[in-house]
């Protein structure tokens, strides 16, 4: 779970650059930077919920959930 974590937040900083410097279309980077935030969110919930920490796990989850949420808000709706 260490390595998806790393993986997911290089993935976060790399689209997120990449969109700030206009290599990539924003919206495209958003999009990517956002679901990726978004996993990494839920494997940190999953990790509160393995330790027994009830609220960290429904901070986080619900927090990934919205993140989700404007990913998709923002790819079909805007």
């Not at 206009?22 to 990790?47: G, N």
């Not at 509160?48 to 404007?70: E, H, P, Q, S």
């Amino acid at each position: 779970m260490k390595i998806a974590k790393i993986i997911l937040s290089i993935i976060t900083m790399l689209f997120a650059t990449l969109g700030l410097v206009k290599i990539l279309p924003f919206d495209i980077a958003k999009t990517i930077m956002l679901v990726s935030l978004a996993t990494l969110l839920l494997l940190r919930s999953v990790e509160y919920k393995n330790n027994r920490d009830k609220g960290g796990f429904i901070i986080t989850c619900l927090t990934a959930v919205f993140v989700y949420v404007v990913v998709i808000y923002n790819v079909f709706i805007g």
